[in-house]
């Protein structure tokens, strides 16, 4: 395994931090804080090029704010400087956090996505009888610091990069020496990486016939029950000793039954919403009436067309869904 190199003096390099910089204000264009960046552009990323080429950039200047959607998380946004250097470091290292990827891991990568995971996802429930689905709890905030920075440094070998790497993760904590920041770029690639480590030994070293992951959630897919069952102990003692993460009640059920699967009820040949999720449409969709926000709702629609919901659509929109789908 080759580790990659002399890619720190890219990071620094004025071009790049330039590209960084457009990147970042992508959809925040009329912020104050980007609007002050942008006024002494030239200036300000001189000044990040010095900084990192001299070894004394800084992270940790978030800011926080909870959010309940659908569970509570707690998002941690860096300021803009550090959006910044995050979209900078991502420009040139982010082919080797991806070569690193396998086929089906579909959470944070360019040509993935959640609706190529869902046609994986149904190829492998008209295929196989069988699921063990499982997710990792509190995975954002179990993440250990050590064991990723000894991740990093089996992909990376420059030294200063590693650094660079370790002062991100640094700045942020749950716990002593635990959690990555939910809203951070960079946190996105860390994670994929984390993980990476078990989805090389699901795959590669035990030989599962199909599986899936989209960040945390993943599913294994079986023939056999009893396959099922004896790969279930040892997914849970590599979560458990190799990650120090802890998982989730696991489900182990027949395809056919349906999976629940990213808000959905997945099977071979349809994909449902289940209740809960139509429960969620309609309460964010009568708030978004109230506020008259395209904005919101857009991606609400997105969510339920992508099911095959056209009753449930119907009856929302011309009947009285919301009440219906309440108490379903």
Not at 75 to 95: G, S, W
Not at 148 to 170: A, C, V
Not at 215 to 243: G, N, P
Not at 259 to 275: A, T
């Amino acid at each position: 395994m080759r580790r990659a190199g002399n890619l720190y003096p890219k990071i620094a390099e004025l071009e790049n931090l330039e590209l960084a910089f457009w990147k970042a204000q992508r959809r925040k264009s009329a912020r104050s804080d980007v609007q002050a960046f942008r006024a002494n552009l030239s200036g300000n990323l001189r000044r990040l090029s010095e900084e990192l080429l001299s070894g004394n950039v800084a992270f940790g200047n978030y800011r926080y704010f909870t959010i309940y959607d659908p569970k509570e998380r707690v998002i941690c946004a860096a300021d803009f400087r550090e959006r910044v250097l995050h979209h900078a470091i991502i420009n040139v290292c982010e082919p080797v956090f991806e070569k690193y990827q396998i086929f089906d891991s579909f959470a944070c990568r360019k040509g993935k996505g959640l609706d190529a995971c869902l046609v994986r996802t149904r190829e492998f429930c008209r295929k196989y009888r069988w699921f063990l689905k499982a997710d990792v709890h509190k995975f954002f905030d179990s993440v250990d610091h050590a064991v990723l920075l000894r991740l990093l440094s089996r992909r990376f070998k420059d030294g200063r990069l590693i650094d660079l790497f370790s002062k991100i993760i640094e700045s942020y904590e749950t716990c002593p020496g635990k959690g990555l920041p939910i809203g951070n770029l960079t946190s996105q690639y860390f994670a994929n990486l984390y993980l990476g480590v078990a989805d090389h030994l699901i795959k590669d070293a035990w030989r599962v016939p199909a599986y899936v992951r989209y960040m945390d959630d993943f599913v294994l897919f079986f023939d056999e029950k009893e396959q099922a069952k004896c790969v279930k102990a040892r997914v849970e003692e590599l979560f458990s000793r190799a990650l120090k993460l802890d998982l989730n009640a696991f489900q182990l059920n027949r395809t056919e039954r349906g999976l629940p699967f990213l808000s959905y009820r997945v099977f071979g040949d349809c994909l449902r919403l289940s209740q809960k999720a139509k429960r969620r449409f309609c309460r964010k969709m009568e708030e978004a009436n109230r506020e008259e926000s395209a904005e919101r709702a857009l991606p609400l629609l997105a969510f339920v067309q992508r099911a095959d919901s056209y009753g449930f659509r119907r009856e929302f929109f011309y009947g009285n869904g919301s009440r219906t789908a309440r108490t379903a």
